[in-house]
């Protein structure tokens, strides 16, 4: 695709436009989304900018909540307010790789074999419960969620740009799981939780019975836009002195005896993409510390465990430790 001509076409009705000025638009344009976003996702600001960061960063999501808080209503929100298509999976202990994927089925009348994309050729696809489903299945998204296509009998078939994954898990505790291999989690760029809702917005959400889509709700830009704002993600700067503090925060992952394994260099490139699309969403075309350190505990927490104990970290603890690590001046 064309940046230059995709600059020049006019957005749709209702839409806005991709930010050519970083610094005076982008905040604007992130504001709104943000807004809209959180008409339907109550009370959870940082979660939706930490999904928007890592939609623009090229990356994927996971969300590991207990049920019925939320999860798949933000990836709802996502599709619905970029103006992106959206399918969703449901994962049970039976299902194949093909019900994913696609299959291919012989039509008798004409004497061929056709294909029958799955859901997976979409823009936004929801993984519901991506941890019911057994290891065999799981697999089947290794190659899309990193190469941006799927091979299906011999032919690799591209995947629609942009596409984001966002997986839902339930608690490893919970009946009838099967823990995601540590291959599968390296490809998510993120790890969030939704938590609770607050006070108000939990009385907000029973006054009004709940936050259902209206069939006449446009949404605020288009694929053309976000794959303009993923561009721009890559032209933010990295001044030398930031790839020296992750190079620092890689270090420190591997060698200061807190961690069972280091952080991967595949997660120290998803930590440099969400540092710049993090400082996109703030209106700057460079990236200050701040945007590491706010986007670091995400990416870090499905990545990690202490050298010592089996028990998950949390948010908290992976904040306190790296600070050890000295910020550049």
Known sequence: M??????????????????????????????????????HVLGKEEQIRLSLCCLLARGHLLIEDIPGIGKTT???????????????????????????????????RS????????????????????????????????????????????????LPTPFFVVATQNSLEQAGTYPLPESQLDRFL??????????EAERQLLVAGGTAFSDDEQALVDAKVVFQLQEQ???????????????????????????????SPRAGLSLARAGQAHA????????????????????AIHRLKTADSLAPLTIAELEIAFQAVPVPA
């Open 190 to 199: 993120m790890k969030i939780s939704l938590g609770y809702p607050n006070h």
């Open 74 to 108: 933000l990836a709802k929100a996502l599709a619905k307010v970029l103006g992106l298509k959206f399918r969703r999976v449901q994962c049970t202990n039976d299902m194949l790789p093909g019900d994913i994927l696609g299959v291919s089925v012989f039509d008798q």
């Open 2 to 39: 064309d940046t230059r001509q995709a600059n020049q076409s006019p957005p749709s009705p209702g839409q806005i436009a991709a930010p050519t000025d970083v610094p005076a638009k982008a905040l604007q344009l992130f504001a709104a989304l943000e807004q809209r976003l959180g008409v």
């Open 233 to 263: 993600v890559g032209q933010v700067r990295l001044a030398k002195t930031l790839v020296g503090y992750l190079q620092d925060i890689l270090d420190f992952s591997r060698n200061s005896g807190r961690f069972a394994i280091g952080l």
């Open 280 to 299: 996109l969403l703030h209106g700057r075309n460079f990236v200050l510390p701040e945007d590491v350190r706010r986007v670091l505990p995400y990416i």
């Open 111 to 158: 004497g061929l074999f056709s294909f029958h994309p799955g859901a997976i050729f979409t823009q936004i696809l929801l993984v519901d419960e991506i941890n019911r489903a057994t290891a065999k299945t799981q697999s089947a998204l290794l190659e899309a969620m990193e190469e941006r296509q799927v091979s299906i009998e011999g032919e690799s078939r591209p």
